[in-house]
């Protein structure tokens, strides 16, 4: 009798392992601008079964970091899962002046596609074309031949596409029409269950309740103050609650969505539909389901990281997450799936703030910068030989240096000691210094590893930390600085062991450490350092 309860014991340890071979679905959640500090200073306002349950019942990392510049949108969501930096995979920036090109190039754009959903012509127009590496995503196709479906959504179009990666079954993103729409590149034309989803105008009735705070406004103490001087406006009403919404749209269009928490909520409602409509995790072939939550970043640059309209983002997210969680248990059940969370970057404090503190660091308009160059090369050479500048990025007019017989590194040289006399400026680098970059500079690594000579500049510069390049409301990010690189990272679900660590982790090591889980081949960019602590 012993005996036989140990053979079905075995049997039944033989069977739950055969069955848990693999996820059913990979769920990943990348937040806009969420900073790791948020999980902490927003800790005790969040319910028990968002944040708190992955971190409770999952792995998180403390000390996750980007390990490039600039820390923007396009970049961010490629590098975590394509597991390189975009001196590799090639997504310099959202928008760049690109070096060979010597046009503005925009990261999802391309031209050969068209939308899939009328009057959205040009947002539809948009593809993974530029992306030079494999996605995780990509590598679960070719694992499965196929089978294993890939869906990318988000608010934003490159929130959808980069991690979605080439072969994805579909990337759907929203647009001010009200809509979510997709490209050619994906299919003939939108799924059926996704027109009904956009014929529910589910932002209508968002916007239509309004905004106002979720909990009693003195419970917000962890934020400055309501109407303080670091928010911007949002469509030029003061930044106090509650929020017109509805006035809003009516006086501009469904575009209004994105600056409130209630894209995130559409956007989660997207998600759950696509997992019944499209069976993700219904049967034994992994599917991939990538969602980006873009809501944050907007709020975040209008109102700042110290403002009650970001906590109460927050807030908000976590109850969001936490019906998700709850629907992902109910359909594709607990320990089947696999979730990770992380964010595209972090986020600055205002530099104003910081300032009235009596911080000396300051708020840079692009545009002087941009005068100040072409001003000092009037001055020194007679010419304006900027061809543009376009944040960090220097690029010279190399035929109008030649024409005048000048000699391209004494002209390098001079711009260099021009910016050093800046006070914003902490380090200049040229090309061939990037390129040859071996040293133990940190900022000239954050630079190296963000760095493609066909498409940036000749010089590329780092601001002091404290600086940006942006309005003196609200924030923004870009910098290799910690404000700016340190991300939540967590791991939840199937075959993870609770625990945290804090010990210094890197953003690339996310899509290398899901390959070696999922038992398939790594990016092919990837540098495949990976995050042991929640490998078997
Ligand atoms: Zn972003
Ligand atoms: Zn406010
Ligand atoms: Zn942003």
Known sequence: ???????????????????????????????????MEYLYRFNSDFSENGFKRLMNEGYTFHNMHYNYMPTYT??????????????????????????????????TDDDSVSTLVAGTDKEG?????????????????????????????????????????????????????????????YGKELPSWVTEFNNEKQYETYLTKGWNLLKPIETYNESLIDDNPYEGKLYKKPPVFPYDLKGMYEGNDAGVLRVTPFGNDVLANLAKRAIEKEALGKDDITDFLAVSFSSTDYIGHTFGPRSIETQDTYLRLDLTIADFLNYLDKTVGKGNYLVFMTADHACAENSSH??????????????????????????????????????YNV???????????????????????????????????????????????????????????TQNGDLYFVYKPGFVEYSATGATHGS???YDTNVPCI??????????????????????????????????????EVLEEVLD
């Open 395 to 453: 690029h010279f007019d190399k035929d109008m240096i030649k024409s005048k017989g000048l000699d391209l590194t004494k002209v390098k040289q001079s711009f260099k000691d021009f910016l050093y006399t800046k006070n914003y400026v902490k380090r200049v680098y040229t090309e061939e210094e990037i390129l040859a970059s071996s040293s133990n500079d940190q900022l000239l690594s954050f630079v190296y590893k963000g760095y493609d000579p």
């Open 74 to 107: 396009a970049p961010g969501h490629a590098s975590i899962y394509t597991g390189t930096t975009p001196a590799m995979h090639g997504i310099v920036s959202n928008e760049w002046f690109h070096r060979t090109l010597k046009k503005e190039v925009y990261c």
């Open 125 to 185: 127009k948009m593809s993974p074309k530029n992306l030079q590496t494999t996605t995780i995503t990509d590598e679960l196709k070719l694992a499965t031949n196929f089978k294993g479906k890939v869906i990318g959504m988000s608010i934003k179009d490159r929130g959808a596409i980069l991690p979605a990666g080439h072969f994805a079954d579909w990337a759907f993103w929203y647009t001010k029409t009200g809509n979510f729409i997709s490209s050619s590149f």
């Open 491 to 528: 791991f939840f679900g199937w075959n993870i062991p609770k625990g945290k660590s804090h010990d210094k982790k890197v953003i690339t090591q996310i899509a290398p450490t899901l390959a070696q889980k999922l038992k398939i081949t790594l990016p092919n960019g990837t540098d495949s």
């Open 480 to 482: 290799p600085y910690t």
């Open 1 to 35: 009798m012993k005996n036989f309860n140990t053979i079905i014991l075995l049997l039944l340890v033989n069977l739950s392992f055969a069955q848990n071979k693999q996820p059913k679905l990979v769920v990943g959640i990348v937040i806009d601008q969420m900073k």
């Open 354 to 391: 910081l300032k009235d503190h009596k911080y000396e660091v300051d708020n840079i308009s692009y545009k002087d910068v941009s005068k100040d160059l072409t001003a000092f090369s009037n001055a020194t050479f007679g010419a304006n030989l900027l061809l543009k500048y376009d944040s």
